[in-house]
């Protein structure tokens, strides 16, 4: 504890002198800031639920995890963009759709944020959304099922982690490029030398358009950006709905060393984008047609399966010939986080190297913009005058801002990696109320609701990047790990640690009453489209097609139909399409076969699943349910038999009866 302390003074002393005299940075003990009656605010009695449903992105392991709050009890791990062998994400024959991109299969990323879906700026609980940073995607996820539904890449962009914030009415999700580059245009040389950056190396921010009743996506348009780093966003919110925000470094246009050569101006920018005019642009056929290649995946909750289309175009707008789209406004110093209050007049930007927090009024940004009050330009798009829209600075809060949410009740919390506290401050006011330190080096923070109209003000969650001496040691590595702070009073209390999947970027949480009563409980047989379903025992049959082998398969407490199979040969494709006959909520049914390269298959009530096997050995070949699902799921199991290339076993399946012959073709 003390030593890394030590570290973090080192550090801030090597690049921070200014901040050092911050009052946050003081050491403080980890044991003494419980108080007594912490543990009765975070208990969730047995048999009772939680209030709030936890939505948190697991970082490297590019998944999503869901916990409850107050008890940071983990519910569920939803694989998004990558494989999961509990639920046979990406190796199921349904799932690997999901994960092909322009690169072919990529069945991994880099998650970051998560956002929910609103609507008139309030959690609606219908999706949520994840960003794939790496490979830059958005995923959308059905807050029902708890299943990704659709992924959509983004062309142009590299490193999509301004991604996936949504507007006010989930109308747009953005997706800006963390890393700018010579773009995908096919039409455009991007072998270009990396010391040409100033002319070749450009910025994207892409809105995707979302269907307002099926949440389906489209990269509706991009807006070409100079070669800026872009980091985070917000949307404007009530009188500055149509107007979108995103943080900037790296105005400096450097490609090397950026830990000094993007910290050398004293301000980069908030990009202020209004997408209204944007959408009437494009509309009125303003933007330029890019020549890209980029996938999108849709998942179909009635055939179960997922399909990947490429597409090839997308629309672009230029601020240089469309001027009144994208403004710049100046912030200290390696902005960050970019956060909008509830009333979305004030716009704070975290800037990482910076001794104050910025908070700058929207109505006056739009009095700049009428007055055309510029302090020049940045690369052809508008620089407005810093004191002419700052609503003012909250000065010395801490060392390292990152992130800001909202109570609703006036005040906003942001995190300090560097000082390790979360600082409570008064919107209007800007001065600071409150600090609690967290343990340890805090990233994201989340107040239930705190990106909406309506935050909830009762808890914030800090997610933090180091974990140190908190818990148990497991080696080199230790738990990723959350805090949960009481905010419902005057000063912050800490109430829980509790361990995370993956490391948690940002995370939401939204009213358990809001998803709770929505969430299906099964999928419903007779509506099952999948090509290979089986409604009931008597549609169980094996067929075959040239070298590939159907097998269309049923599952129900407690055994497989059918459960012997012969006259599989080697060579042969075996499709095993596995449908969950049960109509009984949370009863699902595995599948595995011994040497298939997918471990297994997990179906759902009334789901249909696909395994593909290529039998590498003659022999038989158990198979067996992976999920215990009743008392005799041990007995659930049955036979394959594999005979070599040339023999002239007839395919014939049975269960407990005699066995059937079956035809060649269907
Ligand atoms: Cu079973």
Same mark, same amino acid.
């Given at each position: 504890?003390?030593?890394?302390?030590?570290?973090?003074?080192?550090?801030?002393?090597?690049?921070?002198?200014?901040?050092?005299?911050?009052?946050?940075?003081?050491?403080?003990?980890?044991?003494?800031?419980?108080?007594?009656?912490?543990?009765?605010?975070?208990?969730?009695?047995?048999?009772?639920?939680?209030? #709030? %449903?936890?939505?948190?992105?697991?970082?490297?392991?590019? @998944?999503?995890?869901? %916990?409850?709050?107050?008890?940071?009890?983990?519910?569920?791990?939803?694989?998004?963009?990558?494989?999961?062998?509990?639920?046979?994400?990406?190796?199921?024959?349904?799932?690997?759709?999901?994960?092909?991109?322009?690169?072919?299969?990529?069945?991994?990323?880099?998650?970051?944020?998560?956002?929910?879906?609103?609507?008139?700026?309030?959690?609606?609980?219908?999706?949520?959304?994840?960003?794939?940073?790496?490979?830059?995607?958005?995923?959308?996820?059905?807050?029902?099922?708890? !299943?990704?539904?659709?992924?959509?890449?983004?062309?142009?962009?590299?490193?999509?982690?301004?991604?996936?914030?949504?507007?006010?009415?989930?109308?747009?999700?953005?997706?800006?490029?963390?890393?700018?580059?010579?773009?995908?245009?096919?039409?455009?040389?991007?072998?270009?030398?990396?010391?040409?950056?100033?002319?070749?190396?450009?910025?994207?921010?892409?809105?995707?358009?979302?269907?307002?009743?099926?949440?389906?996506?489209?990269?509706?348009?991009?807006?070409?950006?100079?070669?800026?780093?872009?980091?985070?966003?917000?949307?404007?919110?009530?009188?500055?709905?149509?107007? #979108?925000?995103?943080?900037? %470094?790296?105005?400096?246009?450097?490609?090397?060393?950026?830990?000094?050569?993007?910290?050398?101006?004293?301000?980069?920018?908030?990009?202020?984008?209004?997408?209204?005019?944007?959408?009437?642009?494009?509309?009125?056929?303003?933007?330029? $047609?890019?020549?890209? !290649?980029?996938?999108?995946?849709?998942?179909?909750?009635?055939?179960?399966?997922?399909?990947?289309?490429?597409?090839?175009?997308?629309?672009?707008?230029?601020?240089?010939?469309?001027?009144?789209?994208?403004?710049?406004?100046?912030?200290? $110093?390696? &902005?960050?986080?970019?956060?909008?209050?509830?009333?979305?007049?004030?716009?704070?930007?975290?800037?990482?190297?910076?001794?104050?927090?910025?908070?700058?009024?929207?109505?006056?940004?739009?009095?700049?913009?009428?007055?055309?009050?510029?302090?020049?330009?940045?690369?052809?798009?508008?620089?407005?005058?810093?004191?002419?829209?700052?609503?003012?600075?909250?000065?010395?809060?801490?060392?390292?801002?990152?992130?800001?949410?909202?109570?609703? $009740?006036?005040?906003?919390?942001?995190?300090?990696?560097?000082?390790?506290?979360?600082? $409570?401050?008064?919107?209007?006011?800007?001065?600071?109320?409150?600090?609690?330190?967290?343990? %340890?080096?805090?990233?994201?923070?989340?107040?239930?609701?705190?990106?909406?109209?309506?935050?909830?003000?009762?808890?914030?969650?800090?997610?933090?990047?180091?974990?140190?001496?908190?818990?148990?040691?497991?080696?080199?590595?230790?738990? @990723?790990?959350? @805090?949960?702070?009481?905010?419902?009073?005057?000063?912050?209390?800490?109430?829980?640690?509790? &361990?995370?999947?993956?490391?948690?970027?940002?995370?939401?949480?939204?009213?358990?009453?809001?998803?709770?009563?929505?969430?299906?409980?099964?999928?419903?047989?007779?509506?099952?489209?999948?090509?290979?379903?089986?409604?009931?025992?008597?549609?169980?049959?094996?067929?075959?097609?040239?070298?590939?082998?159907?097998?269309?398969?049923?599952?129900?407490?407690?055994?497989?139909?059918?459960?012997?199979?012969?006259?599989?040969?080697?060579?042969?494709?075996?499709?095993?399409?596995?449908?969950?006959?049960?109509?009984?909520?949370?009863? &699902?049914?595995?599948?595995?076969?011994?040497?298939?390269?997918?471990?297994?298959?997990?179906?759902?009530?009334?789901?249909?699943?696909?395994?593909?096997?290529?039998?590498? !050995?003659?022999?038989? #070949?158990?198979?067996?349910?992976?999920?215990?699902?009743?008392?005799?799921?041990?007995?659930?199991?049955?036979?394959?038999?594999?005979?070599?290339?040339?023999?002239?076993?007839?395919?014939?399946?049975?269960?407990?009866?005699?066995?059937?012959?079956?035809?060649?073709?269907?």
């Amino acid at each position: 504890m003390k030593h890394r302390h030590l570290v973090l003074f080192i550090t801030a002393a090597l690049t921070l002198p200014v901040l050092l005299s911050s009052p946050g940075c003081k050491p403080q003990n980890p044991t003494s800031a419980v108080e007594g009656d912490a543990a009765s605010k975070v208990y969730v009695a047995p048999g009772k639920h939680d209030e #709030f %449903y936890n939505i948190v992105s697991g970082g490297f392991n590019g @998944q999503v995890s869901v %916990y409850g709050i107050p008890s940071g009890r983990l519910f569920r791990i939803i694989p998004v963009f990558s494989l999961n062998p509990e639920s046979g994400w990406g190796f199921s024959e349904e799932t690997k759709p999901m994960l092909n991109t322009s690169h072919g299969f990529v069945p991994w990323d880099d998650t970051h944020h998560i956002a929910l879906s609103t609507t008139n700026g309030e959690h609606d609980g219908r999706w949520a959304f994840v960003n794939g940073n790496n490979t830059p995607r958005i995923a959308r996820i059905s807050l029902a099922t708890f !299943r990704t539904e659709e992924i959509i890449e983004i062309p142009n962009s590299s490193g999509n982690h301004s991604s996936p914030f949504l507007t006010e009415n989930s109308e747009y999700a953005v997706a800006g490029t963390r890393f700018s580059y010579p773009l995908d245009d096919k039409e455009s040389n991007p072998d270009v030398p990396i010391s040409t950056y100033k002319q070749n190396f450009k910025g994207t921010v892409s809105f995707v358009g979302i269907d307002k009743e099926t949440g389906h996506m489209n990269v509706a348009f991009q807006v070409l950006l100079p070669g800026v780093n872009f980091d985070l966003a917000r949307c404007g919110r009530g009188p500055s709905h149509d107007w #979108f925000f995103f943080s900037c %470094y790296n105005t400096e246009l450097a490609s090397t060393l950026l830990e000094v050569n993007a910290s050398q101006k004293d301000k980069d920018f908030v990009m202020a984008v209004n997408w209204k005019k944007c959408e009437e642009y494009v509309k009125a056929g303003k933007g330029k $047609k890019s020549k890209v !290649r980029y996938a999108h995946n849709v998942f179909d909750e009635k055939t179960h399966t997922g399909t990947s289309t490429i597409k090839d175009e997308v629309v672009v707008l230029d601020p240089n010939e469309l001027k009144d789209i994208v403004y710049f406004v100046p912030c200290p $110093k390696s &902005p960050h986080g970019c956060d909008v209050d509830p009333s979305g007049e004030f716009i704070c930007a975290s800037g990482k190297l910076a001794a104050v927090i910025p908070v700058f009024s929207f109505s006056k940004m739009q009095k700049a913009i009428a007055d055309k009050n510029f302090e020049g330009e940045f690369e052809g798009i508008p620089v407005l005058k810093y004191d002419a829209v700052l609503h003012g600075e909250v000065k010395k809060p801490g060392l390292g801002p990152l992130h800001t949410e909202f109570d609703g $009740k006036g005040f906003a919390y942001t995190s300090f990696f560097v000082s390790s506290e979360i600082v $409570k401050w008064d919107i209007e006011k800007l001065e600071v109320v409150d600090r609690v330190p967290t343990y %340890y080096s805090i990233g994201h923070l989340s107040v239930p609701g705190g990106p909406t109209r309506k935050p909830h003000g009762k808890y914030v969650i800090a997610y933090n990047k180091i974990t140190k001496d908190r818990y148990l040691p497991t080696g080199p590595e230790l738990t @990723q790990s959350a @805090q949960l702070y009481d905010i419902s009073g005057d000063k912050m209390k800490l109430l829980l640690d509790f &361990p995370t999947t993956g490391e948690p970027h940002y995370a939401e949480a939204i009213p358990a009453s809001l998803v709770a009563p929505k969430s299906v409980k099964i999928f419903k047989i007779e509506e099952n489209n999948h090509p290979y379903v089986a409604k009931g025992e008597k549609e169980a049959r094996v067929f075959r097609e040239g070298n590939k082998v159907h097998v269309l398969m049923t599952s129900i407490r407690s055994h497989f139909t059918p459960d012997n199979i012969e006259g599989v040969k080697m060579g042969d494709e075996v499709y095993f399409h596995v449908t969950n006959l049960e109509q009984d909520w949370d009863v &699902p049914h595995g599948f595995a076969v011994k040497g298939a390269n997918n471990a297994e298959i997990l179906i759902m009530p009334g789901e249909t699943c696909t395994l593909k096997w290529v039998p590498d !050995r003659t022999g038989v #070949f158990p198979i067996y349910c992976t999920d215990f699902c009743s008392a005799l799921h041990q007995e659930m199991q049955g036979y394959v038999r594999v005979s070599p290339r040339g023999s002239n076993v007839p395919l014939t399946y049975s269960t407990g009866n005699k066995a059937e012959p079956t035809g060649e073709a269907k």
